[in-house]
């Protein structure tokens, strides 16, 4: 089986940065990253959300869905939700743009922009947020499990890799992002910046490296028998992983982090797919609560096990994207949401 790197040809360059990858390094089993061709330069990962105290439905996604159908809409998009520590519902469509100037045009020629800013949304009785990053293609990087099922940013690549050497290893996802090869991509730690807005609707800036990590998990191809051992085994301490980000992440520099789950985009039913969505103040905090903190490692010696008792024919399959975004590149804003919603905790 050959083996490739996980950063793309046209992405490398000498590297300042020293690599983790131990020498003669062998993965105890393969996987793969999207690829994308050198004209994709930045591309655009967009949470459109909605807020309410009760469970909401998939029609109150519809001034951003129907939106989405019209020229220069997203090249992908899924729906999902969760409830936060308050109890309030969330209901999210992430989607993705190859272009940032599609991406303007859209939000300008589909009538958003003008929405989005009418002071009729600040009376409405529900909250609303979107949560934007720009990343060029050198800021983010992905790792799939499995090539079925392709998932979330992946949908806008041209392909996917042979099997990839960087992964497996801590300090795997620093060696896979083509930015890390010259940037030690230090963010800014602290105090939150200063939030800004009138009445209801509040505007949170960018903040240089802020690490965004989208990390998923599909059982809907599993047997009986894995399914029962993903449930029982592996979703309860994964919850509880998310729930310590959401709740307490704070204290380790992980600001926002929610555990999805997945819908059907015609239906609104739900999927047997769930994904964590969280930003990390930059991916040495992201780095440090996967290699060291508790809730993490109960995490991976449970999927070890997993993997181990399954003898390691598993159809379970995981994905994940993770992206270093400069200051310039986010857009946070916040309609009638309560303070504890996604970067308004700071």
Known sequence: MSIESAIPKH????????????????APFPAWTARFTPLVERV????????????????????????????DGPLYWDPA?????????????????ADV??????????GFDQWWQSPERETEAIGRFVEIVTPGQEWFETLFSSLNGVEGIAHLA???????????????????????????LVGARGDAPQKTGTGARVRVPGRQNLCLIRSGQDWSATSQQERELYLSDIQPVLRAGMDFLRDEG??????????????DAC??????KSFGLAHFDDLAQLETWARSHPTHL?????????????????????????????????????????GRTGLLRG
């Open 11 to 26: 992405l490398v360059c000498p590297r300042l940065e020293a690599a983790s990858t131990p020498r003669n390094y062998q």
């Open 44 to 71: 655009v990962m967009a949470c459109f959300g909605v807020q309410a105290p009760g469970p909401l439905e998939l029609e109150s996604l519809a001034p951003y869905i129907e939106r989405f159908a019209l020229v």
């Open 81 to 97: 939700q969760c409830q936060d520590a308050t109890g309030a519902h969330n209901l999210v469509a992430i989607a993705y743009w």
């Open 101 to 110: 100037a599609a991406f303007e045009r859209w939000r300008s020629n589909s």
């Open 158 to 184: 041209s392909g996917m890799s042979g099997v990839v050497r960087e992964h497996g290893y801590w300090g795997s996802a620093r060696d896979r992002l083509p930015r890390a090869q010259v940037d030690k």
């Open 250 to 263: 704070r204290s380790i520099g992980c600001s926002s982090c929610r555990l999805m789950q997945v819908l």
């Open 267 to 272: 239906t609104g039913a739900p999927l047997e």
């Open 298 to 338: 109960a995490i991976f010696g449970r999927f070890t096990r997993y993997t181990q008792a399954l003898d390691f024919q598993i159809a379970l399959r995981l994905y994940h994207e993770v992206a270093v975004i400069p200051a310039n590149a986010q857009w946070f804003e916040y309609i009638n949401c309560h």
